[in-house]
């Protein structure tokens, strides 16, 4: 049978999770990018770079881990069977629950998001059943979020005047942009995800799911 990959965006398609018993372990790919095209081009600033970038990409891989954590808590919580992470390859080849996510950070100091989110699965072409090809069965619409300062001045006003330098500062005000995105866009995508697959497979009578606040720790 031959197989071809390639990565569609249809709508959410109804159907599409009918007899689907578990869904995979989420996948998170994080990008933090800083924008800075005042930087000189002098040792001291370089090396600054490579260490500010360096740092960017362990918030990053640190970033996915937690997301990844806090979406199968909340599908578990929600009762939909969530595959174990090392069953990938073996138990559900040919699924995946794709996030990703991009902070940014401007010259000006600004920050902002993308969040998107797809399940993706491999489909039989109606035409010729021979041809297998991974299709985006479901995906939310991309959730775009712009930090004003007035927001970080709240909460950080206290802290500020406590001397903390403009590192940790920026390191703070990263951390309150991931607690927006999973409070404000992961929820809402998962849930979004979970009314999807529900409507496939009906929760059967006489069993019902807690759908409080999910305790992350």
């Not at 999770?17 to 081009?41: D, K, Q, W, Y």
């Not at 990053?60 to 997301?67: A, K």
């Amino acid at each position: 049978m031959g197989t071809i990959s390639i990565r569609l965006s249809p709508p959410d398609q109804a159907g599409a999770f009918t007899g689907l018993l578990r869904v995979p372990h989420p996948s998170c790919l994080a990008h933090i990018h800083e924008s800075n095209p005042r930087l000189m081009e002098t040792s001291p600033q370089l090396q600054q770079a490579q260490e500010r970038l360096q740092d960017a990409r362990t918030l990053s891989r640190v970033i996915e881990n937690r997301i990844e954590k806090i979406i199968r808590r909340l599908l578990l919580k929600l009762g939909i069977p969530v595959f174990a992470k090392e069953d990938f390859g073996k138990a559900y080849d040919g699924l995946f629950f794709t996030i990703k996510i991009n902070i940014d950070r401007s010259a000006e100091g600004s920050w902002s998001s993308v969040v998107r989110m797809e399940f993706i699965q491999e489909v039989l072409l109606a035409r010729d059943s021979s041809i297998q090809i991974e299709a985006v069965t479901w995906n939310n619409a991309p959730f775009r979020r712009e930090y004003g300062e007035l927001e970080f001045t709240h909460e950080f006003f206290a802290r500020m005047v406590e001397g903390l330098g403009q590192h940790e500062l920026e390191t703070l005000r990263l951390k309150w942009v991931v607690n927006r995105i999973i409070d404000e866009n992961i929820r809402k995508g998962v849930e979004s995800f979970v009314c999807a697959y529900r409507r496939d497979n009906p929760v059967k009578r006489g069993r019902s799911y807690d759908t409080a606040p999910l305790d992350e720790k």
